[in-house]
C-alpha cells in the first residue's frame, strides 16, 4: 500500500527546504531549492549576492533571461532583490532520472548593460511512489528446481532519485520463497526470488505472493505488485543478452522507421524454454511514442522525431525473456547528435523611440539579444544590419547588442526608419532570420521659418480704405507640430517719426497685411516694414524679411493755375504789339499739378476768346501766341478764358481768364478803365470815384485841377506810375520746380502788365527791364507771395488821402 500522498509530503519542507549560494570558479552565483515550491517562494536574494543596489533595480530593468530554455522558472523582485519562484517546478519532468537537474539563468540590467549568470539545482523531494510495470509478474517456475533458485522480479521504477528513489523490496511471508534485493552498478536496486523450499507441483501448482518496493524518503513512500508462481516443468536457463549495454549515435533529424539498434538475447533451452521475446522496460510514455520494439526480431525503429535540443541522450531498458518466463536485461544508450535545425532567434530586449533627431552619434537606441538552441558551431551567431541607415550594431556581452546612432539624424529629411536585422549561425549549411525595428525621429526645433522670397513689394492706390489688405508674406517651417507653427509680426519702427502700427497691421496666422489708415501719395510714396515671422518652438526660431509698400497715384489733384491768377481777385492785362506778326508769344500760362505720372501731364486749350482765330495756345507748353499778323480791325480789347486739363482717368480741370490789351504805348492807358470798368464790377472802385468827383466840386476843385494840369505836362507818360511798389522777378508756389516746356514760364519772355492792387481801386504798371529780342512792351508781371503782401501792405497804409491822389493824378490825366 501507498503512504501518505504528496500533500503530507510538504510537511518536510522544513526539514528539505534551503537555499545555498555558493560562488563557482567562473564568478557564477548556484542556488538550491526543491522541487514543487510553491509560486512566489523566495529563493534567495541575488542581489546582495552579486552586491548590486537594490534601489537601482527598477530603474535600470532588472529582469531574468533563459538560457536555452523555453520555460522561466524564476523572477527576480525588484523592489528586495529577492530571487523568486516564477512557476513550480516538476524536477522530474524537467529531468527525469538525471543525478542533477541544473537551469542556467541570466540575469539582465541596463544603464549601463550588465549580464549575471547564475544556476538553479532543483533538489527532489519524494513526491513520487515506486511502481511495478505489471500489475501481476507471472513467473513459471520448474518443479525440479533445486533450493537456492534464483527468480528475477520486475523492478520497481520511482520517479525520484537518490534516496527518494527505490531503496528496498520486502515480500509476503511464505514457506517456499525468499527475497534477495541487488544493486546494478547504476545504484538502482532490483529483487530476485530465492527458492527456499522445493516446490511440488502435485501438492501446489500454484503460488501466490505479494512484493512491496519502499524508497527511502521520509515519509517512505511503496508500491506493490502480486507475484503469481505458476510450477512447472524445469526450464533452468534464461535469455542471455549479447551486449549488456548498446551504444549507438543518431542525428537528430533523423527518419521515421530508421533502425536504431538492433538488441540479440541467446536460450540455452530448447523448445519453448528457449523462445526469446523482447520488450521495453520501464520506458517513459514520451519514448514509448519515439521508439518501436519488435517483440521477435529485437529491431527497434524510430516511430516519431528527434530533437537534440529537447533531449541530448536517451536510455532504454530492454528485456529479453523465454516462453517459461525467465528473463534478462539489456540497456541501449541512444547519444543524440545535434544538426542545424534551429534558426536563430532575435529578441528585442529594450528599444527606445523615438529618437529625437539632435541625438548625438553612439547613441545607444536599443538592446538585441540573439539566441540558437543549437549547439557548438551550430549555435554561433553573426549578427548585422542594412547598410544605408544611420545605424550599427555593438557586440557588448554574450549574444547581446547594442544598437546605436552612426550620424546625424534629421526628421525633416527623414522621419522614421524600418531597419532590418538579420542573424546567421555558422552551421552547415548556414540558417538565419531577420527582425524589422521600427523607429521615429521625435522632431526638434532646429529649423527657423524661411519666407518664400526674399523681399516682397506691395502696391498700394493712395486714398485707399483703411483695413484693406495690400499683401500676403509666406513663410514655412519643416519642423513639427508646434515647432513648425508659424506666427507673423510686424517688427516695431518708425515711419516718417510714426510708428509702423499706425500705418499697417498683420494677420499673425495668415500673414496678410493690412492697412490701418488711408495713405496720401502726394504725402508719401513708398516706405519699407520688417516683418518677423516665429515659430512656437522652444526656443523660438525666427527670420525677417522687408517689406516695400508703394503707393501708387491716383489723380486727386486738380491742377493748381500759378499764372494768371484764377481767383479773380486780381485784374491782370497783357500788352500785345499792334505789329506782333503771326506767331508772335504774347502771354503764357503757368500751372501745376500734384499728382505724378501721367496723372500730371497738363494740356491747355482754350475754351472761350473774343476773336477765336486770332490766338493760339501750345497743348503742352500753355504760351498763347498769335495765329496770324494783327490789323487795325482787331477789337483792342481781347479777352481769353483757358482750361488746364490733366490726364488722369477721369480727368481734372482747372479754367483761368486772360485780359489782352493790343497797343503800343501807354497813351492809350485810359482804355484800361473801361476794360477794368468792363471787366472788373469792383464795388469799392466805384465808391471811390464817387468819393473823389464829390471832393473834387465841392473843396479842391480849382487847386487839384491846376497842380494836375501842371504836373502832367511836366511828367513823361512812362513815368505815371514811377511811385508804385516793384514786384519780385518770379513766384511759384513751394514745392514745384521749374522745368523748360511743362508748364512753367521762360525767364526770356518778358510782358506788359496791368494789375490791380489789393486794394481794388486802382491800376498799376510794374516796369522792368526786358531781354533783347521780346516783344515791345513796357512792363512784366510775375507775381509772388511778397508781391502780393506789399499790395495789400500797401492798401491797409493808403490814406484816404493818398487814394484821393491818385485819382486826381489819374482825373488829370484823362482831362490831359
Known amino acids: 500500500m501507498d503512504f501518505p500522498t504528496f500533500s503530507v509530503s510538504i510537511q518536510m519542507f522544513g526539514f528539505v527546504f534551503f537555499v545555498l549560494m555558493a560562488h563557482i570558479a567562473n564568478g557564477d552565483v548556484s542556488y ?53 519562484v516564477a512557476e513550480k517546478i516538476d524536477r522530474e519532468a ?56 534464483r527468480y528475477l522480479l520486475d523492478e520497481a521504477h520511482d520517479a525520484d532519485i537518490g534516496v527518494n528513489s527505490v531503496q528496498s523490496y520486502t515480500l509476503q511471508n511464505n514457506e517456499h520463497f525468499l527475497l534477495n534485493v541487488l544493486t546494478r552498478d547504476n545504484e538502482r536496486k532490483y529483487g530476485e526470488l530465492v527458492l527456499n523450499k522445493e516446490l511440488d507441483r502435485e501438492q501446489q501448482k500454484e503460488v501466490n505472493l505479494i512484493l512491496t518496493a519502499v524508497d527511502g524518503g521520509t515519509p517512505p513512500r511503496s508500491g506493490t505488485v502480486a507475484i503469481h508462481v505458476t510450477v512447472l516443468d524445469a526450464n533452468d536457463n534464461a535469455p542471455v543478452f549479447s551486449q549488456a549495454v548498446y551504444k549507438v549515435s543518431l542525428p537528430e533529424n533523423s527518419a521515421v522507421d530508421t533502425l536504431v539498434v538492433t538488441v540479440t538475447a541467446t536460450d540455452a533451452d530448447e523448445g519453448q524454454n528457449g523462445e526469446v521475446t523482447y520488450a521495453f522496460s520501464h520506458l517513459s510514455e514520451k519514448n514509448r511514442q519515439l521508439f518501436f520494439l519488435d517483440v521477435r526480431s529485437g529491431e527497434i525503429k524510430l516511430a516519431g522525431l528527434l530533437d537534440y535540443e529537447e533531449e541530448s541522450s536517451i536510455e532504454l531498458a530492454i528485456q529479453a525473456k523465454d516462453v517459461p518466463g525467465l528473463a534478462s536485461y539489456s540497456t541501449v544508450l541512444i547519444d543524440v547528435v545535434d544538426v542545424n535545425d534551429n534558426a536563430p532567434i532575435i529578441i528585442i530586449k529594450s528599444l527606445n523611440s523615438p529618437v529625437p533627431e539632435n541625438a548625438s552619434p553612439g547613441t545607444e537606441v536599443g538592446i538585441i539579444n540573439v539566441q540558437d538552441r543549437d549547439s557548438e558551431n551550430n549555435g554561433q551567431v553573426r549578427c548585422s544590419i542594412q547598410q544605408n541607415v544611420p545605424f550599427k550594431l555593438v557586440p557588448s556581452i554574450k549574444n547581446y547588442y547594442s544598437l546605436v546612432t552612426t550620424g546625424e539624424l534629421d526628421r525633416e529629411l527623414v522621419s522614421d526608419y524600418n531597419i532590418t536585422i538579420t542573424a546567421t549561425d555558422e552551421g552547415t549549411p548556414p540558417l538565419s532570420s531577420t527582425k524589422n525595428i521600427h523607429f521615429t525621429v521625435a522632431d526638434v526645433n532646429d ?120 481767383d479773380g481777385n486780381s485784374f491782370m492785362t497783357e500788352m500785345v504789339p499792334k505789329a506782333a506778326q503771326a506767331g508772335s508769344l504774347v502771354s503764357k500760362v503757368i500751372a501745376v499739378d500734384a499728382d505724378s505720372g501721367q496723372n500730371a501731364w497738363l494740356s491747355y486749350h482754350i475754351i472761350k476768346a ?18 496770324r499778323d494783327l490789323s487795325e480791325s482787331d477789337s483792342m480789347k481781347q479777352n481769353l478764358i483757358v482750361s488746364v486739363r490733366d490726364n488722369g482717368q477721369p480727368s481734372l480741370s482747372a479754367t483761368c481768364a486772360l485780359y489782352l490789351l493790343i497797343s503800343d504805348n501807354l497813351a492809350e492807358v485810359p482804355e ?31 487847386i487839384i485841377i491846376i497842380l494836375a494840369v501842371r504836373f502832367c505836362r511836366r511828367r513823361k507818360p512812362r513815368l505815371l506810375f514811377d511811385g508804385a511798389v516793384a514786384i519780385p522777378s518770379a513766384f511759384l508756389p513751394p514745392n514745384y520746380a521749374e522745368v523748360e516746356g511743362a508748364g512753367t514760364l521762360r525767364s526770356a519772355y518778358n510782358y506788359d502788365t496791368y494789375l490791380t492792387t489789393g486794394s481794388r481801386t486802382s491800376d498799376f504798371k510794374f ?15 510775375k507775381k509772388t507771395p511778397s508781391a502780393v503782401d506789399d499790395l495789400e501792405g500797401l492798401d491797409a497804409d493808403m490814406s484816404d488821402s493818398f487814394q484821393v491822389i491818385l485819382m486826381v493824378s489819374l482825373f488829370c490825366h484823362i482831362s490831359s
Not at 473774343?610 to 495765329?627: C, K, N
Open 767 to 781: 516796369v522792368r527791364s526786358y531781354n533783347e529780342g521780346t516783344l515791345t512792351a513796357d512792363v512784366t508781371l
Open 610 to 627: 473774343s476773336d477765336p482765330g486770332l490766338f493760339t495756345i501750345g497743348v503742352h507748353s500753355g504760351e498763347i501766341r498769335t495765329q
Open 32 to 84: 538550491s531549492f526543491p522541487e514543487e515550491m510553491k509560486r512566489g517562494s523566495v529563493i534567495g536574494n541575488i542581489a546582495k549576492d552579486l552586491g548590486l543596489d537594490v534601489s537601482r533595480l527598477s530603474s535600470r530593468k532588472a529582469r531574468i533571461d533563459t538560457e536555452g530554455n523555453r520555460k522561466q522558472y524564476c523572477d527576480i523582485n525588484p523592489n528586495t532583490g529577492e530571487l523568486t
Open 447 to 566: 529649423n527657423p521659418p524661411v519666407f518664400k522670397e526674399q523681399n516682397y513689394r506691395a502696391h498700394l492706390q493712395e486714398n485707399n480704405k483703411p483695413g484693406s489688405s495690400i499683401c500676403s508674406v509666406s513663410a514655412t517651417d519643416p519642423d513639427w507640430r508646434q515647432n513648425g507653427t508659424v506666427v507673423y509680426s510686424l517688427l516695431p519702427s518708425d515711419v516718417n517719426g510714426a510708428p509702423v502700427s499706425s500705418f499697417l497691421s498683420i494677420n499673425g496666422d495668415t500673414g496678410v497685411i493690412h492697412a490701418v489708415r488711408s495713405f496720401d501719395y502726394e504725402q508719401m510714396e513708398s516706405f519699407k516694414v520688417l516683418v518677423s515671422a516665429r515659430d512656437n518652438g522652444s526656443p523660438p526660431l525666427s527670420s525677417n524679411v522687408t517689406v516695400t509698400v508703394l503707393i501708387m497715384d491716383e489723380n486727386d489733384n486738380t491742377p493748381q493755375i500759378l499764372y494768371p491768377s484764377p
Open 672 to 702: 484800361l478803365k473801361d476794360v477794368s470798368h468792363d471787366e472788373s464790377s469792383s464795388k469799392l472802385t466805384f465808391y471811390l470815384i464817387i468819393a473823389l468827383v464829390s471832393v473834387s466840386t465841392f473843396f479842391l476843385t480849382f
Open 94 to 149: 524537467l529531468c527525469g532520472k538525471k543525478s542533477a537537474c541544473v537551469i542556467k539563468q541570466e540575469l539582465v540590467l541596463e544603464n549601463p548593460l550588465e549580464l549575471h549568470r547564475f544556476i538553479i539545482n532543483i533538489q527532489d523531494i519524494n513526491d513520487n511512489s515506486p511502481q511495478f510495470t505489471e500489475y501481476v509478474i507471472e513467473i513459471e517456475i520448474q518443479e525440479s528446481a533445486d533450493k537456492g533458485s
